[in-house]
């Protein structure tokens, strides 16, 4: 199996966000892996059509024929946690993934999809969410059966994801370190060379969590971060309103280190 044209479809987690800032840019587990699979294949091109705040309709609307139209042989497109945790309808939801997932089968190129880490473990309002979380695990669970050029990341069971180092300080999107691992697990499944199984491994503990710290943390978090994020979805807003894919275009990687010519 090679690859030469890779292309992210998605939300913030696939855009990069907390893994960079806007003044520097973001890079995220789908630049991570776009520069592991240059490694391997020094020709790769690689677009990047994923917006932070995106749901699936959106992605649908917006990012999916465009990512068909630049004729992927590889294509990311883990979908569907803005609208769990935005409580969009189950019928919804898996029509817009079956229709996206679908299409994106006809083209041919692998698809690389995944379960999601046990926000229940993280977040202080996880477990309200669990079951809607574990629905969407299941649903992707199928459609990696269904489709034969699929390839499943299994976050969910991935030790190392329900370590809050993993996580920024916003716990909703993966720190550099839980990037890494993401792209690290997107490797292993796809049988790239140099991949290994312990992507997933539990970090080397810090020491025992103070269960007072954790609690003021947790407090802090809803104050500093669920508010904000409730007040744009009470007004119909988000944070891609407006905004533009980063790389739109299918264009080669350099890998960290690399100078271009």
């Known amino acids: 199996m090679t690859f030469s044209r890779f292309v992210a479809i998605g939300d913030s987690q696939t855009e990069g966000m907390c893994d960079g800032d806007d003044a520097a840019g973001y890079r995220g587990w789908a630049d991570r892996l776009a520069e592991h699979l240059a490694a391997d294949y020094p020709d790769l091109q690689y677009a990047n059509l994923a917006i932070r705040g995106k749901n699936t309709r959106k992605t649908r609307d917006e990012q999916l024929e465009r990512a068909i139209a630049l004729e992927p042989d590889l294509v990311a497109a883990p979908l569907g946690m803005n609208d769990v945790i935005g409580r969009t309808d189950f019928a919804a939801l898996h029509a817009d993934l079956t229709y996206i997932y679908g299409r994106l089968a006809e083209t041919g190129a692998t698809v690389v999809i995944s379960t999601f880490p046990d ?143």
């Open 119 to 261: 926000v229940a473990r993280t977040i202080p309002f996880g477990r309200r969410i669990e079951d809607r979380l574990l629905w969407l695990n299941s649903a992707m669970h199928g459609f990696a059966e269904k489709h034969e050029n699929f390839v499943l990341v299994d976050l969910y069971t991935a030790p190392a994801l329900i370590d809050l180092r993993s996580w920024s300080r916003d716990r909703l999107h993966a720190s550099p370190s839980g990037h890494e691992r993401f792209a690290a697990g997107a490797a292993y499944a796809l049988g790239l060379p140099g991949s290994t199984p312990d992507w997933g491994y539990p970090l080397v503990p810090d020491g025992h969590p103070n269960p007072l710290i954790r609690t003021l943390r947790d407090a802090s978090w809803l104050v500093e971060f669920f508010t904000p994020w409730f007040i744009r979805k009470v007004r119909g807003r988000s944070l891609g309103d407006g905004r533009s894919p980063k790389r739109p275009e299918l264009t080669p990687v350099i890998p960290p280190g690399v100078a271009a010519d």
